[in-house]
């Protein structure tokens, strides 16, 4: 009788011990998922930091598109005008071909 009284009494020890232990750990699961969360928290703001347009350089590529424009559009504007100067030209070259044939 008083092993059996000695076995509960360690038995129940035992078990209050594995109760404190998987409470123990119960808190420490919920610590790690509170880290978890928060590590993920952090990673998608940083995952959304890095999808972010950098404003700078879209300014930087539609300054040096304007500018191109521009050039392009000035050379456009030059070549119509050489173009006219040799349009007259041929018709002028042309009437003084007409006039020595007669």
């Known amino acids: 009788m008083e092993w059996s009284k000695t076995q509960l009494s ?3 020890r035992e078990n209050e ?4 232990d998987i409470s ?3 808190l420490d699961v919920d610590n790690n998922q509170k880290s978890i969360s928060g590590l993920n928290i952090e990673l998608k703001t940083k995952y959304s930091e890095q999808n972010q347009v950098n404003i700078d350089d879209i300014r930087r590529d ?6 191109s424009i521009a050039v392009n559009q000035r050379a456009l504007n030059e070549l119509g005008k ?4 040799k349009s007259s030209l041929v018709k002028n070259n042309a009437v003084a071909l007409e006039n020595i044939k007669k």
């Open 24 to 26: 123990s750990l119960e």
């Open 62 to 67: 539609l300054n040096y598109i304007q500018t």
């Open 82 to 85: 050489r173009i006219a100067e």
């Open 17 to 20: 011990n594995i109760q404190k």
């Open 10 to 12: 360690t038995l129940t």
